[in-house]
């Protein structure tokens, strides 16, 4: 099946390229990563060693990156979960 049959047109105009060489160097170098289309756009969650990227491929060309990295020693209290649900920042 062509990858590009999947996408909306537009999208396969403007960024499919771009993120399809990506997912070969994910591919390739056997990093973790996770996909999800959502109406307006692709996700991608990159996973490695104690950092992960969270990369937008919108179909206006535009991609947006994310990194969030571990800091710390990891927590093993359950307690430190409820930071979820706290509006503070």
Do not use: C, H
């Not at 160097?25 to 996700?43: F, G, H, M």
Request: no cysteine; hydrophobic share 35%; aromatic share 8%.
């Amino acid at each position: 099946m062509d990858k590009e049959q999947d996408q909306p047109a537009d999208f396969a105009s403007s960024n499919y390229p771009q993120l399809v060489r990506l997912l070969d160097r994910l591919d390739e170098a056997k990093v973790s990563y996770d996909v999800k289309t959502r109406p307006a756009s692709v996700r991608l969650s990159v996973m490695r060693r104690r950092r992960r990227w969270e990369v937008r491929f919108a179909p206006d060309g535009s991609v947006e990156i994310q990194r969030y990295e571990a800091v710390g020693e990891p927590k093993r209290e359950l307690a430190v979960l409820d930071e979820i649900f706290t509006d503070d920042e």
